[in-house]
């Protein structure tokens, strides 16, 4: 009978204990349905005929999105799983189908001692307060900003976290894989690991942050760094940079072929700083509603001679695609590159203007942007509304349009793009 009561006891002990630890998981299952159709700039000099970047006019999607976590006082599990059907529509080439499925975020992470995290796994490492792009990350200077609905991929990192007081704390990371692959879990060609030191004190009304980062090829360091500042309840302003020696950007020079030019590194091993500075605020009205401006000088980009001599050699390019010619795969290797120059920004100066609801306000969710090339004039405006329509039910509708000349960064591919589609909380 002893022995029975014990093992009773040990066995509603265990089950006690596993229930406790289920008590400090969550788990949460989102699925998204949406559509969206583009509007193709028929006259592209970049892409004719789409042949080039071979953008879906169309595209229906499913997504799950699964979080689970588990937090305990010495460390934290998580795993975010996705999966996607894709339906990408091209016009009179037809359709395509494609299904993927990929950890997004995951890892683990220990508390050692109190002001020490160790973490490995897959995270998205974003920071900065700025809304048009984060020249201070090396790693996702698209910050993910533009579109709520897109989730950034995550990266495969292993980081060391101490905070001494409550106010500094240092990170080094390293990442050892880019989360991309038709399973997530294969690499690009081209990835490059990279390491990374970060500090940050943040006090009462002030942030500051600095780092270092170099990836581990020929590339040079790179240093980042943002501060805000709340200047009062309405008004909170903000920089943001990142330098760094030398760039593999390719840039435009005339060469004696059919094409008349083509792309080349031109400051790859050179010795010139390269910068991305962004100054911006926001100010909150008393409606609650909130405005951000934003400008950002980036010296990587083209001069105004650079950028009439690319869409030059891209207009000599498609030109030369119909009728096919000997020259044909050339001119197509050459807009492929025009296309994929290594520039985040084509431009040097940009002004960026966004406007928001106050997310408490009952009623739709709604963000309105506007981004201008300062240099060739060509813009992009986009307007996000989300409405709840029962408690696990929202439905959602991104539009956006592009204005300026053929010959312009924000309007050289499309014209126009809406995506509308529903969320709903399955857990």
């Known amino acids: 009978m002893l022995v029975g009561l014990l093992t009773g006891q040990g066995a509603s002990a265990e089950a006690g204990g596993l229930q406790e630890l289920l008590d400090q998981g969550s788990a949460s299952l989102q699925v998204l349905a949406f ?10 000099l970049l892409n004719p005929g789409n042949r080039i ?38 016009g009179d080439s037809g359709a395509r189908t494609r299904l993927d499925a990929w950890v997004n975020q995951g890892g683990v992470t220990a508390y050692p ?35 709520p609905l897109r989730e950034l991929l995550g990266v495969d990192v292993a980081q060391v976290t101490w905070s001494p007081t409550p106010a500094l704390s ?5 990442t050892f894989g880019d989360g991309r692959g038709d399973w997530q879990w294969e690499r690009d060609e081209g990835f490059r690991a990279l390491s990374l030191l970060k500090v940050d004190y943040t006090a ?15 590339e040079r360091p790179r240093f980042g760094a943002f501060g805000q500042a709340t200047v009062s309840e309405a008004l909170l302003v903000y920089v943001e940079a990142g330098l760094r020696q030398g760039t593999s950007a390719l840039y435009p020079e005339t060469l004696p072929t059919p094409v008349g030019g083509g792309f080349l590194p031109r400051h790859a091993g050179d010795h010139r700083l390269f910068y991305s500075a962004l100054v911006g605020g926001g100010y909150t009205l008393g409606s609650g509603h909130t405005v951000y401006l934003e400008y950002l000088g980036n010296n990587e980009g083209y001069r105004w001679a650079d950028g009439a001599r690319y869409f030059d050699i891209a207009a000599s390019a498609s030109a030369l695609l119909d009728p096919p010619s ?7 290797q050459t807009l492929g590159a025009a296309l994929d120059n290594g520039l ?44 709840n329509a ?24 499309l014209s126009r793009s809406i995506l509308v589609g529903a969320k709903g909380y399955v857990l």
């Open 390 to 413: 029962w408690s696990r039910l929202a439905l959602f509708a991104v539009g956006v349009l592009h204005h300026g000349s053929h010959r312009s960064e924000f309007h050289s591919l």
């Open 204 to 218: 009462d009304v002030y942030v500051a942050s600095l780092n270092a980062s170099k990836r581990w090829t020929d």
């Open 113 to 147: 001692v109190q002001e020490l995290a160790v973490s490995v796994g897959r995270e998205v490492l974003t920071w900065g307060p700025s809304n048009f792009r984060s020249p201070s990350n090396p790693i996702y200077f698209e910050n993910g900003r533009n579109n």
């Open 53 to 90: 970047a071979r953008l879906p006019e169309g595209q229906t999607e499913v997504e799950g999105r699964l979080d689970l976590k588990l937090s305990t006082d010495t460390f934290v599990l998580s795993l975010k799983p996705r999966a996607r059907f894709e339906w990408r529509r091209f």
């Open 344 to 387: 985040a920004l084509q431009g040097r100066h940009y002004l960026f203007l966004q406007v928001q609801n106050n997310p408490t306000d009952s009623g739709p969710t709604w963000q309105l942007r506007y981004s201008l090339n300062l240099v060739d004039g060509s813009g992009q405006g986009s307007a996000y509304v989300e409405w």
């Open 326 to 332: 000997e020259a044909s795969p050339l001119a197509g």
């Open 35 to 44: 559509d969206s159709e583009r509007g193709l700039r028929e006259n592209s």
């Open 170 to 174: 240092l990170s080094l990371m390293h």
